[in-house]
């Protein structure tokens, strides 16, 4: 049952990312990310234990992490720079090619992953610390603090 209720977010998650296309490119960027984060906490639900390891729930989390961080670069468009409470840092449209390289290699990563879907716990907690560390990298230096 735990199965199908984070699947089902999962999906939704990536349901609403297709859903607000059509929005301000601020509103679409937070809802990839959310999905990102989403997926992100359930592979970390599992690396620490709090959840039983499961290869689909693993599988599920990394394309929807894969397909975010790929979609992610576009939706920041010359004039999207505030509103929308972003948290943007103005250093991603004065170092855009940075940016998009920094997505592209935690795209590689994930993909990698993908490739070779970690078989345990442990495996999933060693595939998020890569992981982590391009989301981190890319965090400090283009998300504003709060």
């Not at 390891?53 to 004039?79: C, H, M, R, W």
């Not at 990563?109 to 442990?122: E, G, R, S, Y």
Request: glycine share 10%; with cysteine; hydrophobic share 45%.
């Amino acid at each position: 049952m735990q199965l199908k209720a984070v699947l089902f977010a999962i999906v939704i998650a990536g349901v609403a990312g297709a859903v607000t296309a059509a929005d301000e490119p601020q509103v679409v960027r937070q809802a990839l990310m959310k999905g990102v984060g989403q997926s992100t906490g359930a592979l970390v639900a599992i690396a620490k234990g709090e959840k039983p390891y499961d290869s689909a729930v693993v599988k599920a989390s990394l394309e929807t992490i894969s397909k975010n961080v790929k979609a992610f670069p576009d939706q920041f468009p010359p004039g999207s720079e505030t509103g929308m409470e972003s948290e943007a840092s103005p250093k991603i449209w004065e170092n855009m090619d940075d940016f998009k390289a920094k997505a592209a290699k935690l795209g590689a990563d994930v993909d990698a992953t993908l490739a070779q879907i970690p078989a345990d716990q442990a495996g999933v907690g060693a595939a998020l610390g890569a992981i982590g560390k391009n989301c981190g990298g890319c965090h400090e230096t283009y998300r504003l603090k709060k």
